[in-house]
């Protein structure tokens, strides 16, 4: 935990009081069935929610069903087979040693990654939605057809576990891949059998749709029995498939020489080292390369004793398909076992069928710690005593992409394919960086293997474990030493179960020119570069133009010359863009109306608007500098030398400069609304937890409102969720800011990028920061882009200072300049442009401005006889959503919630369908923060519909129960839709040492119809609350909200002393005999 003060949060859900100890059905029965209601998580990964399972002898008979079980509902590569305590110490093995309410964590090997299982049970704070976060469903991946490959469903070899000799070969069509369980089903009905679990031919787990479709063409179908070893020879069952580049034979009719495959037999001789430990435990395959295939792998089992001993011979009979002549073979192990390594001798070949022999010296460890680390190694046979192919050191180069959170901390696999084979599948582990597959970098790897002669395509995935392991890939470029010859895999794609299309495995091609896909790269960042600077380039926008080598901005004098020396305020450095056709603009001074910008016969000038010369071509480049070029003579382009002159040829390249840095007047005027994009396609966004990340995508949900302060100093207030200010406060940076100082930021622009950096006012040298997996932080100014951000106008604001509106005629005449303003003008036609989802998301946004009054909603809400100054806020819950925090104040001055006054707000309530309850509180701040609200009126502006609500309650710290918040619900009919019920709520503290807290406790009630909010826990039956192994009564009134389903603790601890440890809490209904029981048992800061 972190010596910082920090507000946590634990959820915990339900078990009822029946459930515990449930009644037996019969009398005959003595003891009942004891359910265990148990969590279980992924190891290493604490974005994956967790499931929740009941555990009783009906619904698991043993340890293996409980295992396949929950291979369907945690996502591992090879399905779940090992369960551990949540730091992973112990192994769970019997059903017996679970325990009721405890959390396991779930692996699909032996080691396990601890998570933080707290932040695993984190779920969104009940103020911004009543209901659970559904993600939305991934777009439909695309799909790519490569020259030269039909498209058509795939076919897939089913064979029986432990018998090879039965399989059947199935097509892997929409109809039975609608999901895993279909497929299940499918193949039970093939296989005449039951079918529950799938196996790969070497007998790792299958436990997923995508596996199935990743797979070698080969899969064993099990029942519920282990998987069985046997000779699952794949080649044998399938059409013959040459290699590409091997021709094939044409026999014409009337051949005797037949085109059927005919299996051999093989007898395999190795000879294990006789140096020390060179042994091993580990279970050993090989792969046998021909002329027309690949053989399967093959295990090598023993029947008596122990194999690959020290200084032993082992010899194995083996029956593989038709593959043609032998050139190679691959050998491996599983590394598994208490002793893996292994260091091998020889391989000696003998085909029973041909008498052929062929040797093969290998002399070479396989070990990870041992030489270079690969448990896996290819070998050529000899003919005449000469190795047949060549073996070669691949040099393969991994790019990973600059996005925020685009390195993955997982195990990276590729497969190399070329005319002459595959490497199969590789782990790359070992490169020249220190950590592998960072944001932006580039990894170097080393790959051993026989000659696969030119190279086609590769496969490249990882395995999906590890915290953040989502992976953005750039491209791939393999040397070949033997050919020199290089090969290019673009890529540019997330290989991420939350991103894109899903998938963390994909397919690439080889590029036929190296130096056209390096081109082709640089174009796609190119135009991505456009995509998200166009926005400048609107007609009416104000701009400047910096030169990074003269260190000024571009000025354009009375008489026409033209420099490049400008400082920031001179006023003949600012142009307005008056015209706007894809890429071309025409840029005229701001200050000399009749001239602009133009290019004549090469030479930077002022020249009469609206002239030919005067058109120019915006080309960004993927630093996001521009160039500015002719449009009547293309290859033209503005040059200044290092004096800021205009360029001759006399100048010399290298004191030349052309690339400009765009910036635009007027980003943060008061009541912009902007995004804070940290690349080409993120932006920062505030999360449903409250927390701020860079990763977030470029729409409506990263918008954010400006409230200027001052010159240069701004706060940043969520469009999406209202009264949620950016902030650095208690050395975190989030978006819970309530618009203190915490919340005021310095604008630091930055002239080498024309980006911003935010400094806090209230702490001077922090600023808003960027950790690599996107996280918002504090940070120390520094010069990279950890502190960067790239500011979009979204609608531009106006120059009134905070608190003073506009007239209505004026506000229309902004939003009305405004949609004219916000055409995104697309890119030349020769550039071909993405489209623009930021353009998409600002038609949404301002096409919003004209249905406000489907929205609007006047709310009148009378005060009784004692006022109050404190900050009042609005919740409005209906049956499709929820709305709020809305809070109720004024731009004016005018004093609000006065005894006796009724003050009339206008609100925005969109989708929640029928409104069934409201929540009104006030924060308790301010010297008089004690409230007598008498009654709520809301009017529906356009229907008049009118929702009365009676409330006559004190909302005060020291009045009644010492609440600040209250529920009321909808009447019809004299009656209320659902009744006000006082919830009885006991905390039960634990018995540790330092259990209790002196920290205010809060707490929120989730059910079927929504929740109750964040309520702090005030008055209690004790003198003092939450000590240790004591028992705190509470009551919390609000709307009925049905069965409960879960409750969510938050303690304010301000450090490690404080922090508290809840046992379980209790929930009673008024009225009913029955009680809700949340267990807990974990700390809560």
């Known amino acids: 935990m972190s010596d910082t003060p920090s507000t946590g949060f634990s959820i915990i859900h339900p078990t009822s009081s029946e459930d515990q100890v449930p009644p037996p059905r019969h009398l005959s029965l003595t003891h009942p069935v004891v359910a265990k209601r148990i969590s279980f998580y992924k ?57 009721d309410g405890e959390s396991y964590l779930c692996s ?70 609608q999901s895993f369980e279909t497929f299940l089903q499918h193949l039970t009905e093939v296989m005449q059998r039951p079918v529950v679990k799938l ?33 699952y020879d794949i080649q044998k069952y399938l059409l013959p498939a040459r290699l590409p580049g091997i021709s094939q034979r044409v026999y014409p009719k009337g051949n005797a020489k037949s085109e059927s495959r005919k299996s051999s037999n093989w007898k395999v001789f190795i000879i294990t080292s006789d140096l020390p430990d060179a042994g091993t435990s580990s279970q050993i395959y090989i792969i046998l390369y021909g002329q027309h295939r690949s053989s399967a792998p093959i295990y090598l089992y023993g029947t008596d004793g122990a194999r690959f001993q020290d200084g032993h011979e082992d010899i194995f009979t083996i029956t593989v398909g038709d593959i043609g002549t032998l050139f190679k073979i691959r050998i491996g192990h599983t590394n598994s076992g208490h002793s893996p390594s292994w260091h091998c001798k020889e391989i000696q070949l003998h085909n029973m069928n041909s008498g052929k022999q062929f040797y093969v010296p290998v002399q070479r460890w396989f070990a990870r710690d041992q030489e270079d680390g690969e448990i896996c190694r290819e070998f050529p046979v000899l003919s005449k005593g000469q190795p047949i192919l060549p073996v070669t050191i691949y040099e393969v180069n991994v790019a990973t992409g600059e996005l925020w959170n685009a390195g993955t901390v997982a195990n990276v696999y590729i497969s190399i394919h070329g005319e002459k084979g595959d490497t199969g599948s590789r782990q790359l582990f070992r490169s020249k960086s220190s950590f592998n597959f960072l944001r932006g970098q580039t990894d170097t790897f080393f790959l051993e293997a026989v000659h696969l002669g030119d190279l086609c395509k590769i496969v490249i995935g990882h395995d999906g474990l590890g915290p953040g392991n989502g992976w953005f890939l750039d491209d791939v470029v393999i040397k070949d030493p033997t050919t020199n010859y290089e090969y290019v895999f673009f890529c540019h794609r997330w290989l991420d179960q939350g991103e894109d299309d899903c998938k963390i495995v994909r ?179 505030l999360q449903p937890d409250g927390s701020c990340t860079g990763v977030g995508s470029q729409s409506e949900k990263s918008y954010w409102k400006v409230h200027k302060i001052s010159s240069g100093i701004c706060m940043f207030e969520s469009v999406k969720n209202a009264q949620m200010y950016l902030r650095i406060k208690d050395g975190r940076c989030d ?111 301002q096409s919003g401005k004209t249905l406000l009054s489907e929205d609007e909603w006047k709310v009148l809400v009378l005060t009784g006889n004692t006022g109050t100054r404190a900050n009042v806020t609005l919740w409005v819950y209906g049956d499709k959503g929820v709305t709020g925090p809305i809070s109720l104040r004024k731009d004016s001055s005018e004093q609000l919630f006065l005894p006796g006054q009724e003050d009339e707000f206008q609100v925005e309530i969109r989708s929640i369908g ?172």
């Open 43 to 99: 190891s290493g990964d604490p974005q994956f929610g967790g499931v929740r399972v009941v555990v009783n002898p009906r619904s698991f008979k043993s340890f293996d069903a409980l295992l396949d079980n929950l291979s369907r509902k945690v996502p591992l590569p090879f399905g779940v087979r090992n369960i551990s305590t949540p730091r992973g110490r112990h192994s769970i093995t019997r059903l017996e040693e679970l325990e």
């Open 108 to 177: 699909h090997g032996r080691k396990v990654q601890p998570v933080d299982l707290d932040k695993a049970r984190r779920r969104p704070r009940p103020w911004l939605s009543s209901r659970a976060i559904s993600a939305h469903a991934p777009p439909h991946p695309v799909a790519v057809a490569v020259p030269g490959k039909p498209r058509a469903p795939r076919s897939l070899v089913v064979f029986r576990n432990g018998d090879p000799k039965t399989r059947r070969t199935v097509l892997l069509s929409r109809r039975v891949t």
């Open 199 to 231: 196996y790969a031919t070497d007998g790792r787990r299958v436990p997923s749709l995508q596996a199935v479709i990743l797979s070698s063409g080969a899969v064993v179908a099990a029942g519920r029995e282990p998987f069985k070893p046997g000779n």
């Open 507 to 685: 397919e690439l091609y080889a590029k036929d020119n190296s130096i056209f896909s390096a081109r082709q790269k640089l174009e796609l960042k190119r135009k991505e570069t456009w995509t998200a600077e166009s926005w400048k380039f609107t007609k009416g926008n104000t701009l400047q133009f910096y030169n990074k080598l003269t260190g000024g901005f571009v000025r354009l004098h009375p008489d026409g010359t033209v420099d490049a020396i400008g400082e920031k305020t001179d006023k003949y450095g600012v142009f307005d863009v008056i015209f706007n056709e894809r890429n071309i603009c025409i840029f005229q001074s701001h200050e000399i109306r009749h001239l602009s910008l133009a290019l004549d016969n090469g030479i930077v000038t002022g020249m009469v608007s609206g002239e030919a010369t005067t058109e120019l071509r915006v080309l960004y480049q993927p630093n996001r500098c521009a160039l500015l070029e002719s449009a009547l003579v293309p290859g033209h382009t503005v040059v200044f030398d290092r004096h800021g002159k205009i360029a001759d040829a006399s100048s010399g390249y290298a004191n030349l400069s052309k690339e400009f840095v765009i910036f635009v007047k007027g980003v943060f005027l008061n009541s912009a609304v902007v995004l804070l994009a940290t690349s080409l396609c993120q932006a920062l966004c």
């Open 735 to 845: 978006g819970t800011g309530t618009g203190d100082v915490y919340c005021h930021f310095k604008i630091k622009k930055n002239l080498e990028n024309a980006s911003i950096s935010l400094e806090s006012t209230k702490s001077p040298g922090l600023f808003v920061g960027l950790q690599s997996d996107g996280q918002a932080k504090p940070m120390i100014y520094t010069k990279d882009e950890n502190v960067c951000f790239y500011p979009q106008v979204i609608q531009f604001g106006r120059e009134n200072p905070m608190g003073m509106s506009a007239t209505p005629s004026q506000e229309e005449e902004k939003i009305h300049e405004s949609k004219k303003q916000k055409k995104i003008p697309p890119e030349s036609e020769d550039r071909s442009p993405l489209p623009s989802s930021t353009a998409k998301e600002i038609r949404h946004f």
């Open 914 to 1085: 029928n409104i069934y309850k409201i929540r009104i509180g006030h924060d308790g701040t301010s010297e008089q923060p004690e409230w007598k609200l008498q009654r709520v009126t809301m009017q529906h502006t356009k229907s008049k519909k009118i929702l009365d609500f009676a409330a006559n309650v004190w909302l005060s710290r020291i009045q009644a129960d010492g609440d600040v918040v209250c529920e009321l619900p909808v009447v019809k009919g004299g009656q209320a839709i659902f009744p006000l019920v006082r919830y009885q709520v006991d905390v039960y503290t634990g018995k540790l040492k330092h259990a209790e807290t002196e920290s205010e406790v809060f707490l929120c009630l989730f059910g079927e119809r929504g929740d109750s909010g964040l309520r702090l826990l005030y008055k209690s039956n004790m003198q003092v609350k939450f000590q240790r192994g004591q028992i705190d009564k509470f009551q919390v009134a609000a709307v009925s909200l049905g069965k409960l389903q879960k409750v969510l603790l938050r303690c304010e601890a301000s450090d490690k002393s404080q922090y508290w440890y809840c046992e379980q809490v209790v929930v009673r209904e008024p009225g009913t005999t029955s009680k809700s029981i949340f267990t807990c048992q974990s700390s809560s800061t």
